[in-house]
């Protein structure tokens, strides 16, 4: 079969309609210009009153964001703790990059990073694409995987603590019964810690499901009906539809589930602290760890990395999945 | 227009509120200028609550301490509560040194020692030395009672409330069951109790990876010739792995859980990981201090409570102390009548009787008195004089980063993914790290 078609975008968009109310300017007059005028001469100081309607988001936005990040910035250029600080300049990151925990951490979180988006996209596209095939059920399944996206991470790692625990512990009961080892304590366990901690979050993929459902019912059934005069399978439909057209909803799902991971912190911090000997230690973690230990300023050289990371992660990801330019 | 009047309505009524408030705030100014006229000395504590819920003995014993201070001195000092529950250690410790670089201190404040001193290189607490001297107040404590909150120079930076002998409780039924008469006298007495506790189908001890844990390896220290001066001033320098007493210890420690002496969950350095095994009755020991009293009677637990094998105590003489950041003559005179009240025998006792916490001064109950004291807790102190070694706890002399690196690198030396030349290194650069 010959790969169906997929409707190709406009090549120039409709311009927008006039807004209601909106007068359209006399024939003879330039179209921009004398409209612009025109609007500014019926509502004098509009120029102020747009300026000042944005001033509180400017101001809360500077408060609690440019304010604070440049805080970090300039900090983790010093010798800051609660008694001391001194101007440093970049001997803060000279000592991360000599820094076996650092890089300790910095693997462990890409691990977790690879992790959802090997395993935590997947598994929530192909569930979100059965989902659309509107199976039996399919509403009830849809909000029982969304379900521990609106449980406390916090909380959810306390179920886990319980469920991994060696002496009563549910999953080495099942295994014990079995007739497997019983007996393995999988969180300090230098050799299962880091697949444990991530076993309870990757498969958890309600989010993931919830945008890609969304999109695919997006897709115009023009382009599905198209697939089946070809002939097009079940399969074929979603591997040569479905799939290419969830391009912009999966990129947009990787840089969710990148940035959560690289600002994972609640869970790990409950179930293990980093530990054992910083096998499931994260940078938000480690950052943590380094401000409790009084060092502010050597965690917020950390910050401004983690900063860093999430950065690059938007700005690859966007380019690599052409986030926002549609294909239907 | 509706929206503009309703606007407007809002404003007006912002205005009164805040006007109001400044009334409201005028009023308090006025009794302020009332209670000053008055000649009374108000102070501020952060470790004095207003409500003690639950049944958390030493928010009571706290709350009432305050109320009776502020009863007995009415018109001349009055203690206003400003309660600060901290979520951890080190959050408390961040709190105070914050509060110091921003000249914020509370007039009263409890903390560990480490963190009292930590704080006092601000600059900002009062030095009790002096005062001490004054009307022979210093002789009403004992004589090890101000070790941990004096520094180098001699200077007092904290009065202490408390001096607890830490034991190990032990389980007489499950001591029964395994047929071991009496606690083990010897480590290797221990070691056999541990065989016969294990064929009984018990847990022997009961262990977190932090607090308990810890407890046991200063028993293994401080029970070992030069053990005790480690412990004591050694261990906040670092450098573990060069001392043979910590060396041996440390393996020692190891193979409690190598042979399965310890629970299996013994890792997580959540203290209810110890607790609960012991209190469930599974397990036949634990190392802890008296204030873990309550909970063995709640759990109807028929516990003994011994010094460690190789005869030795725990001591934990004023390791936490009150501090204050009293700025004028007048409230340092306030802090000072408060910290003699809190010491009095009358509060001591009484503090006794709520906490199980026993006195750093030299107050030697009625044999009246002494009767209505926890005996398992109050007979251990006794012992303290009869021991071979007594010896501080590990965790009073570090600071918080060697706590994080013990709980996060104890599971992978006991798994055998560390020597104990690395576990022991790991935990020194933590310490030297943070100095």
């Known amino acids: 079969m010959t790969r169906p078609q997929v409707i190709a975008p406009p090549a120039q968009r409709p311009a927008a309609l006039p807004a209601t109310g909106d007068v359209s300017p006399p024939p003879s007059s330039p179209p921009r210009r004398r409209r612009t005028s025109r609007l500014e001469s019926f509502t004098p100081g509009l120029g102020r009153g747009i300026a000042l309607s944005l001033l509180p988001a400017v101001a809360l936005f500077s408060t609690f964001f440019v304010v604070p990040l440049g805080v970090v910035v300039v900090t983790s250029l010093s010798d800051w703790g609660p008694l001391d600080f001194a101007f440093t300049g970049f001997e803060n990151y000279r000592l991360l990059f000599q820094d076996d925990v650092f890089w300790s951490a910095l693997r462990n979180t890409a691990l977790f990073a690879a992790a959802a988006v090997f395993i935590q996209v997947p598994v929530g596209v192909t569930i979100a694409v059965i989902l659309s095939q509107h199976i039996r059920g399919w509403r009830i399944l849809r909000t029982l995987y969304f379900l521990p996206n609106i449980v406390s991470g916090a909380a959810l790692a306390l179920v886990y603590v319980t469920f991994y625990n060696p002496r009563y512990g549910l999953l080495n009961q099942a295994l014990g019964a079995l007739g497997l080892d019983g007996t393995r304590d999988w969180l300090f366990d230098v050799d299962t810690a880091l697949p444990a901690v991530a076993a309870t979050w990757v498969f958890t993929s309600g989010l993931v499901i919830i945008l890609v459902m969304a999109e695919i019912a997006a897709i115009p059934d023009e382009v599905y009906d198209a697939a089946k005069v070809d002939g097009a399978s079940r399969w074929e439909t979603t591997r040569h539809i479905t799939l290419p057209l969830l391009r912009n909803a999966i990129g947009v799902c990787l840089i969710l589930v990148l940035l959560y991971t690289l600002a994972y912190f609640d869970g790990v911090y409950i179930m293990t602290g980093g530990g054992p000997a910083n096998r499931t230690l994260t940078l938000s973690l480690y950052a943590f760890q380094e401000y409790s230990n009084s060092n502010w300023g050597y965690a917020n050289a950390i910050g401004v990395l983690l900063v860093g990371f999430g950065l690059i992660v938007i700005v690859a990801v966007r380019r690599l999945f052409r986030i926002g330019e549609r294909d239907f | ?435």
């Open chain 2, 1 to 435: 227009m509706r929206l503009m009047t309703r606007a407007a309505a809002a404003a007006a009524l912002g205005v009164l509120a805040v006007g109001g408030s400044g009334c409201f705030g005028g009023g308090d100014e006025d009794s302020g200028e009332t209670s000053a006229q008055q000649g009374e000395v108000v102070i501020t504590c952060e470790a004095c609550p207003i409500t003690a819920p639950g049944n958390d003995p030493f928010l009571k014993y706290r709350k009432e301490l305050t109320e009776a201070f502020n009863a007995e001195y009415k018109g001349r000092y009055r203690i206003e509560p400003k309660p600060y529950t901290p979520a951890n250690d080190a959050d408390s410790a961040q709190h105070y040194q914050r509060a110091a670089t921003t000249d914020t201190l509370p007039d009263l404040f409890t903390d560990q020692a480490t963190v009292v001193r930590d704080v006092a290189r601000s600059g900002k607490l009062v030095d009790f030395a002096p005062l001490l001297e004054q009307d022979g107040w210093k002789a009403t404590f004992q004589d090890d009672a101000f070790l941990s909150l004096t520094d180098d120079e001699g200077r007092v930076w904290g009065i202490p409330e408390q001096r607890d002998a830490v034991g190990i409780y032990y389980n007489k039924a499950l001591f029964e069951r395994a047929g071991i008469d009496e606690f083990p006298t010897t480590w290797d007495g221990l070691l056999s109790a541990c065989t016969a506790l294990k064929d009984a189908g018990v847990i022997p001890f009961a262990m977190d990876g932090d607090w308990v844990t810890q407890l046991m390896w200063a028993n293994l220290i401080g029970t070992q010739d030069g053990g005790a001066d480690f412990l004591q001033g050694g261990i906040a320098e670092g450098g573990y792995a060069d001392n043979p007493v910590v060396v041996q210890a440390t393996d020692q420690l190891k193979q409690l859980h190598t042979d399965g002496c310890v629970n299996e969950d013994a890792f997580s350095g959540d203290y209810n990981r110890a607790a609960a095994p012991f209190l469930d009755g599974q397990a036949a020991m634990i190392a802890n201090g008296p204030w873990m009293v309550p909970d063995l009677e709640k759990a109807k637990i028929d516990a003994g409570y011994a010094p460690s094998p190789g005869s030795g105590l725990i001591v934990i003489p004023g390791e936490a102390g009150w501090a204050s950041g009293a700025k004028d003559d007048a409230e340092r005179e306030a802090v000072v009548a408060f910290m003699k009240f809190m010491t009095s025998d009358e509060q001591m006792l009484r503090k006794a009787l709520v906490t199980g916490s026993y006195w750093p001064t030299t107050f030697e109950p009625s044999a009246a008195q002494a009767k209505k004291l926890e005996p398992l807790s109050y007979e251990l102190l006794q012992q303290a004089d009869a021991v071979t070694h007594t010896y501080r706890h590990a965790k009073f002399a570090t600071p918080q980063a060697f706590t994080t690196a013990w709980i996060n690198q104890w599971p992978a030396y006991v798994q055998g993914d560390l020597s104990t030349e690395d576990f022991l290194a790991a935990l020194s650069d933590a310490v030297q790290r943070q100095r």
